[in-house]
């Protein structure tokens, strides 16, 4: 998955405009803590990827949980089953796992993200996402 990182990033520009650095996709890739990266292929070229993580004891809980840090579809590959498969996938494995919960991150107006998740089953929970910018 290492050399696909130029790809991710093309991908990632391509959907949300905003520049992510090699540096950083590299240590999500090499130093997640039990990681599982899966990508999409279309005629040798990477057209999708999912990444995930689980992390135990965050937020005070026992078990471990899965996480989905980042997801990236080429727009040109869209409504193809790319992204479903690989949401799919993705939990099949963390299911293998013994990974009982499954959670991500989205800003409340991203609706194309939103819909994603939902159609893999996830849900809105009560919790609140509190953050301070420190660079202030």
Sequence with gaps: MLDDVPRIIEIYEKITGEHVDEDTI???I???QCLTAL???KDGKLVGFIIGETE????GEEEAIGWINMVGLDPEYRNMGYGKALGKELLN???GMGIRKLRTIVEDEDYGLL???????LQKVPWTVLELDLKQ
Excluded: C, P, T
């Design 56 to 59: 135990q004891g965050a937020f």
């Design 26 to 28: 590299n240590e999500k």
């Design 115 to 121: 819909n994603y998740f939902k159609s893999l089953g």
């Design 39 to 41: 990508g999409a292929v």
């Design 93 to 95: 494995r963390f299911h």
């Design 30 to 32: 090499e130093y997640g």
